[in-house]
């Protein structure tokens, strides 16, 4: 259940930008390239005075703005050289401007000028200076920023900005160069009045450009997709590709992506194609891409760093290592920095969609589930009264014959008997009525009494399987088995427990079981030791395969036909255990999972809701210690998105049986980390440990868990520690102790 909580999160940055390795260290609002808005300088005779009638803004996540100024025989102009200046713009080149239209005006003010019109033409005089004056200003606005000089940009564009036709350009500019600074008030600020400015550019061709940026820069994705799809001229279309890859990324629509950067790709967008196949798992491609980008830079630090990730996703851990070895020689702590580890709770805990397409026909059958199915059902064990009274007898014989000490043992042992079949039936008592914490103290004080009762070691190890202690459970069941060798349901409940713990277990215990069956009259007990060895060895020709007359052989049937993939059998089972213990949790949760078409995921929801919440169901097993229970009924109430309200009742329980109850308390614990109340579990937890002294390993890495998911990374690690102390075979709490400190 808790087996896979933790998960490493592996998924990589991906950016559609062509930094430099510097850029990965950057300060500010978020990663983003510097974009510039640049206007050319004329290289005519007239280069000092630059006059544009037509302004083509050309703005991108590299570039800067071009304006063309285009004469006023442009109508006259054949198609290739639009589509040189078209051409020359995608990349990313100054055109050459011509300057027929300045040469107009001047023209114009000079006629003006001699015809006696002194004012008109000094108006155009002047307009034409402080446009100059203004454009100067925006052409060192661009240099600064390009040079990364964010202050001497917004000092700059400040000044253009007060020219009308440059008021759009320069605003936007500023807002780009306070974003490049880090200066979030600022850049809000601008990038305001640049959206109000927007309108005044309706007319020219680039306005959809101009929108997406607009929309892109203030975070509204969805909107800045819809103008990049209805584009109102194709220039700079390298650029808007990018874009419109870059924002079908941001929505996870990576196969959209990758067909928009494939059709025209280039050096520059190795790397980024390289990410996003590696994000579709399609290894072998990004594999070749990265390689690119590794050979296309002269230093390669995230695009090593992000080859060596894929190569180690392929399994090719020697090539992986090799370059994290040469990339941590050549970069030291930078290159750590890069594709930081981030240790995260595996998504299907909180989402209920998720949940259900992870969800599988097998939920409860691997090893834990299916031995703590056993343990769930297993029938705790009484002394047997004749033996009392067969001392008893014995005893008064030889008092008779006047053989006193004898007699004295014989009554001594009656006695013995009596007294520990009265713990026996209150330890068995306190798990059917109250939990198994108090049952587990009253088998433990008996034990202190009484330790060579095989009875009460094997009802302290059973309880001890119950609470998912698998350590205790293996010590007492084998202990239970020397003390008795003729009840064979302790030294396989000991295997089982062994094979939990990964422990080495000795297959000659139920070799010499079985071969003892075979000499044994047949009966229930021997169908049913035959069934444990069935199902502890895997054997699908083995075991009983008929419904039983008590839970646990029902139990041991459901196991041996889910393991033969006999599913009518496994259907039968199961509602033959449902007949027997209608109102039992999870013989509910069993029927559910026998009689619905988990496929369709939804209606199995909905059948969820309507059984697993009535109140005739008897939910003593959920408060009562049962681990098994807990976590089976928490996780398959996710499936159906009701935690929030089992929460509830969990509460009002709580409150029912008193807050220090230890039960309840762990339900609710683990309640709290499905619907993500993680400092509460964490509290919980911490509570559990330090004051009931729950310190078992599971119990120990729950609180692991609650602690991630609080953020609490470096009391996950003591706490990790101490379970991995408790437990060496806990491997759930050494992987995640692993991760945990891979990305400290």
Do not use: W
Request: negative net charge.
């Amino acid at each position: 259940m808790a087996k896979e909580d933790i998960v490493e999160n592996d998924e990589e940055f991906i950016s559609l930008d062509d930094d430099n390795e510097e850029s990965y260290e950057g300060e500010g609002l978020e990663e983003s390239e510097d974009v510039a808005l640049e206007l050319p300088q004329e290289n005519s005779k007239l280069l000092y005075i630059l006059i544009a009638v037509f302004a083509i803004l050309a703005f991108s996540m590299l570039g800067f703005l071009l304006y063309l100024y285009l004469d006023k025989h442009a109508t006259k102009e054949d198609d290739n050289k639009t589509q040189e200046i078209i051409t020359t713009l995608q990349n990313k080149r100054t055109p050459e401007v011509k300057t027929e239209s300045y040469e107009a005006l001047v023209k114009k003010a000079q006629t003006l000028y001699a015809k006696g019109n002194k004012k008109e033409a000094l108006a155009i005089y002047d307009d034409l200076s402080h446009y100059n004056r203004a454009l100067t200003f925006y052409n060192l606005g661009v240099a600064a920023l390009k040079k990364s000089d964010y202050d001497k940009a917004i000092e700059a564009f400040s000044s253009s900005e007060k020219n009308d036709k440059l008021r759009f350009e320069s605003l936007l500019n500023i807002a780009i160069s306070a974003f490049g600074k880090g200066d979030s008030d600022t850049f809000e600020k601008y990038l305001t009045l640049a959206t109000k400015e927007l309108a005044s550019k309706m007319q020219s061709p680039l306005y959809s450009y101009y929108r997406t940026l607009i929309d892109y820069y203030r975070g509204f994705y969805a909107e800045a997709l819809v103008p990049l799809r209805h584009q109102t001229s194709h220039f700079y279309q390298k650029k808007q590709n990018q874009l419109l890859a870059k924002l079908y990324t941001a929505f996870d629509n990576h196969k959209e992506a990758i067909n928009i950067l494939e059709k025209d790709a280039n050096p520059n967008d190795f790397f980024t194609l390289g990410l996003l196949y590696a994000n579709q798992e399609e290894y072998t491609l990004a594999e070749k891409y990265l390689l690119k980008a590794t050979k296309d830079k002269s230093k390669p630090l995230a695009e090593n760093l992000a080859l060596a990730l894929v190569n180690n996703k392929m399994g090719l851990y020697k090539k992986s290592s090799t370059i994290l070895n040469e990339t941590y020689n050549n970069y030291k702590e930078k290159s750590t920095k890069i594709y930081p580890i981030k240790v995260a709770l595996k998504r299907t805990l909180f989402d209920p969609v998720a949940a259900q397409n992870a969800f599988a026909k097998n939920l409860f059958f691997n090893d834990r589930n299916k031995f703590s199915l056993l343990f769930y059902f297993a029938p705790y064990r009484l002394m047997n009264p004749a033996q009392s009274i067969q001392n008893i007898h014995q005893g008064a014989k030889n008092i008779y014959v006047h053989a006193f000490n004898p007699a004295l043992n014989n009554l001594q042992l009656s006695g013995q008997i009596s007294d520990a079949n009265i713990e026996i039936t209150k330890g068995i008592k306190a798990a059917l009525d109250e939990n198994l914490y108090v049952s587990k103290a009253i088998f433990q004080e008996g034990i202190k009494k009484y330790p060579s009762s095989a009875e009460l070691h094997y009802n302290l190890a059973l309880t001890y399987a119950k609470i998912y202690n698998f350590q205790e459970a293996y010590k007492h069941f084998r202990r239970s088995s020397v003390l008795d060798t003729k009840h064979y349901f302790a030294p396989i409940f000991s295997q089982l427990c062994a094979k939990l713990l990964y422990l080495d277990t000795d297959k000659t215990v139920l070799t010499k079981i079985e071969e003892e069956m075979h000499t044994t009259p047949d009966s229930d007990e021997k169908e049913n030791i035959l069934s444990l060895i069935a199902i502890d060895r895997g054997d699908i020709t083995k075991g009983n395969l008929a419904t039983g007359k008590t839970p646990f052989q029902d139990i041991l049937t459901m196991i041996l036909a889910q393991t033969r993939q006999d599913y009518r059998l496994y259907q039968n089972s199961a509602d033959a255990l449902l007949k027997k213990v209608p109102d039992d949790l999870v013989a509910n949760i069993l029927y559910l999972d026998a009689n619905n078409d988990k496929a369709k995921i939804k209606q199995y929801a909905k059948k969820i809701q309507s059984r697993l919440t009535k109140p005739s169901l008897d939910f003593n097993p959920l408060f009562s210690g049962h681990a098994f229970t807990k976590e089976l009924y928490i996780e398959i109430l996710n499936i159906a998105g009701i935690v929030p309200q089992a929460k509830r009742m969990i509460e009002n329980k709580l409150r029912e049986k008193g807050a220090d109850d230890i039960s309840t308390l762990q339900v609710l614990a683990y309640a709290d980390i499905y619907v993500r109340e993680f400092d509460q579990a964490y509290a919980i937890y911490n509570n559990l440990i330090d004051e009931h002294k729950q310190q078992d390993s599971n119990t120990l890495f729950l609180a692991s868990i609650a602690s991630i998911g609080a953020s609490h990374h470096e009391n996950a690690i003591a706490l990790l520690e101490l379970s991995k102390l408790t437990n060496e075979s806990n491997l759930e709490s050494r992987f995640a102790l692993g991760i945990l400190y891979h990305e400290a």
